[in-house]
């Protein structure tokens, strides 16, 4: 082959990509953005560092037959595949391309997909899926629905060793759903992104009711009510810019730590203004944000599920620069106290952070489990049970700070010293007790105080008494149980300090196939 004939392979080859990027109908971009949505490329190129993208299997195209398939074999098969940086550090990502089979997954589509999952896995780099197809290619039939088989299996093999992160920007119905939800992460973006099992019309055939793919599998519906969204969006830019940031907070796999930055807010700085945002009256609300703003670097944290399970707050942050899980009880939201939800989402958070090496930092405020039928019912017991598995399990430094209320089980559940925390301090306004002073007292003075001339006398002498001998804030650390008591405004301080003492901590679990954690 003569140099004149290389160079016009190489025009062709270029042109074949070019058209192979532009797909095979303009209108079906036109299409695309007439919805408010971008193309495949557009959100890769939003997603990763600029020029840094390599595809793979670009040019693959689908074998089926039937159907009218044989006439249709566009390039990329409906899915677009390669690696990239963020921030510097390898990403591989998949997005699926609506404008070619409505990005319904096929044979060929489904072994690219596959083959950037292993990729991912054997390189040690996360993965993040760009969600935006019509599930199964219905044409091919079960082949199609094998190819999901090998995502799902794959998802599960790469759990706990490469970061994984499912951004939804369009339908995923049917048995689509489950690989997102196998994943560490899942983003959406408000009126473009649904997610249900069965849809709208099924619904209405089968129950008769009515609603929207919105109202049934929208983001807000995800983020809000069932918990299946970590977050949500108004559009793709925002959320694709969060998902940089969130990849900035994470190690590239399980063997690594996550990214450290030097530090510009001082180790020592003094958290005076918590003073003024924690109420001294343990029955006054505040919001667990604010503590958490001022006691992390430069006030910055990204809090994951932030309107579902809203009495718990989950977060990632940096203290002196290295990135720290926070699991606070949030007195803002049903006074903090853990519930059915709140459990599921704080064992869930502790459980990612353990899996990529995030040390732990719990904020205690809690009166308690939430008591009531229909949380009983509901199996309040095994899922909070899943909180207490997911912090007994976890060998990452841990560090708890009780700021007032530490009540009951509920005292244990969130990384107390008895369950493996390493480091337990609290303020000097703390309540560590088996349940508040006046409950207390009603149970073992109720016949005294029934029996009293003046009951309400009683009652309140009788509670301070109890406060007085078992409630006091110095108890827990005369025990042993809480390490030290400590000025709320050191609190930064001594959690950094904690944490560097921490660093080379090296905890084996016992030799097992696996756990069995409550379901």
């Not at 109202?215 to 918990?227: E, I, N, P, R």
């Not at 009951?408 to 990384?415: E, F, K, Q, R, S």
């Not at 000097?428 to 105080?449: D, K």
């Not at 029996?451 to 042993?480: C, F, N, T, W």
Request: with cysteine.
């Amino acid at each position: 082959m003569g140099d004149g004939t290389l160079h016009e392979r190489i025009a062709e080859l270029q042109e074949l990509k070019s058209a192979a990027r532009l797909g095979q109908d303009p209108a079906a971009t036109e299409r695309q953005h007439a919805k408010g949505k971008l193309t495949a490329h557009e959100r890769i190129a939003l997603l990763l560092d600029k020029g840094s993208f390599t595809e793979v299997e670009g040019l693959r195209r689908h074998r089926a037959r039937g159907f009218g398939l044989e006439a249709r074999r566009p390039h990329s098969d409906g899915v677009i595949t390669g690696w990239g940086t963020v921030h510097g550090r390898t990403v591989f990502v998949y997005a699926h391309d609506f404008r070619i089979f409505g990005g319904a997954l096929g044979e060929a589509h489904a072994q690219k997909i596959h083959k950037i999952m292993d990729l991912a896995a054997a390189a040690g780099a996360p993965l993040v899926s760009l969600n935006d197809g019509a599930g199964a290619r219905i044409q091919e039939g079960v082949s199609a629905l094998a190819g999901y088989g090998g995502i799902f299996q794959r998802n599960v093999r790469a759990s706990g060793v490469v970061p994984q992160i499912s951004v939804m920007l369009g339908p995923c119905a049917g048995g689509a759903a489950y690989s997102p939800a196998l994943t560490d992460f899942v983003f959406m973006v408000r009126d473009i992104s649904q997610m249900f099992i069965t849809g709208p019309d099924v619904v209405q055939a089968v129950t008769g009711e009515q609603v929207s793919q919105n109202g049934l599998g929208g983001a807000d519906v995800h983020a809000t009510v069932s918990g299946v969204a970590s977050l949500a969006y108004d559009d793709e830019e925002s959320c694709l810019e969060d998902v940089r940031y969130l990849l900035s907070l994470l190690p590239s796999n399980n063997r690594e730590l996550p990214p450290h930055e030097l530090p510009t807010d001082p180790a020592d700085r003094s958290n005076d203004a918590l003073l003024d945002l924690v109420p001294a009256d343990p029955n006054r609300s505040y919001d667990m944000r604010a503590v958490v703003e001022e006691i992390v670097d430069d006030g910055e944290f990204f809090e994951v599920h932030a309107g579902w399970a809203t009495n718990v707050l989950c977060a990632l942050a940096r203290l002196d620069g290295h990135v720290v899980g926070v699991i606070a009880n949030q007195p803002a939201s049903l006074a903090g106290v853990l519930d059915i939800h709140a459990s599921e989402k704080a064992a869930r958070f502790v459980s990612t952070c353990d899996a990529f090496n995030i040390p732990l930092v719990t904020l205690v405020d809690v009166p308690g489990f939430l008591p009531g039928v229909d949380q009983e019912h509901g199996g309040i017991i095994r899922h909070g049970a899943k909180l207490l598995y997911a912090y007994c399990n976890a060998t990452v430094p841990r560090v708890s700070v009780i700021l007032r209320k530490a009540y009951g089980g509920a005292y244990i559940v969130m990384d107390s010293q008895s369950i493996g925390a390493d480091l337990t301090l609290a303020w000097p306004g703390n309540e560590i007790a088996v349940m508040g002073a006046e409950g207390a007292a009603n149970v073992i003075f109720r016949r005294e105080i029934a029996a009293a001339d003046d009951p309400d006398a009683v009652r309140a002498q009788k509670i301070d008494a109890y406060k007085s001998d078992l409630m006091h804030p110095y108890y827990a650390a005369e025990r042993g149980l809480v390490d030290d008591v400590i000025d709320p405004r050191e609190t930064r301080s001594a959690l950094i300090s904690g944490l560097r003492m921490l660093r080379g901590k090296h905890a084996d679990l016992p030799s097992r196939k696996h756990g069995n954690p409550p379901q």
